[in-house]
């Protein structure tokens, strides 16, 4: 079975053609954001400040990467766990972001959020981020340089594998591997 390749920038345009379990690769241009990232992004927002990137149709990457070797790009960038940005995350979906990757389970509100905004999340392999740096191209630190792996960076990344986990369906792979599981 040959994997659906979808430009980041085209994400949000294509969620309706991404079914939850589906296994994608992913291209373009991500940001990561964690806690303490997106607790100033909402503190911008309250301000009505700039944000330091564009949230219509933006993903957003659930990360933390550690500094990058000599010679490469970025360090390890495995997804951090994303219930722990579930209370950012459905007004930042109302603003147009168009997907989330990250790891675990999401709150019945981001659920809802995603299938009104008709977004997407996005689950990567946790515990492989040596192996996912190996398809960031390119890292820049684009705000909040002081809080270190924390910092905001604009990723550019080839073919990232992904599965769906919860598409503008409202199917959520979690649910669904939980109802199979007691089928046995």
């Keep these: 079975m040959s994997l659906l390749k979808v430009d980041a920038a085209e994400l949000k345009a294509r969620a309706g053609e991404l079914k939850c379990g589906m296994k994608i690769l992913l291209s373009g241009t991500v940001y990561t954001?964690?806690?303490a990232a997106h607790k100033r992004i909402m503190a911008?927002?309250?301000k009505g400040e700039k944000l330091p990137y564009e949230i219509e149709n933006a993903v957003i990457y659930y990360a933390g990467p550690t500094p990058a070797p000599e010679g490469k790009p970025?360090?390890?960038c495995g997804p951090t766990t994303s219930g722990r940005m579930d209370r950012f995350a459905p007004r930042l979906l109302d603003m147009g972001?168009?997907?989330m990757i990250g790891k675990g389970e999401r709150s019945a509100e981001v659920r809802e959020a995603i299938v009104r905004n008709k977004a997407v999340?996005?689950?990567a392999v946790g515990g492989a981020g040596a192996l996912a740096c190996n398809c960031i191209k390119s890292c820049e630190v684009i705000a909040f340089e002081d809080l270190g792996c924390e910092s905001v960076k604009k990723l550019y990344i080839k073919d990232f594998p992904l599965i769906v986990a919860n598409d503008c369906f409202g199917e959520d792979i979690f649910e669904r591997g939980r109802k199979e599981f007691a089928m046995l």
Excluded: H, K, P, W
Aim: charged share 20%; aromatic share 6%.
């Design 74 to 76: 970025i360090g390890s």
């Design 121 to 123: 999340y996005l689950c």
């Design 33 to 35: 954001s964690r806690d």
């Design 97 to 99: 972001l168009g997907g």
């Design 44 to 46: 911008l927002i309250e």
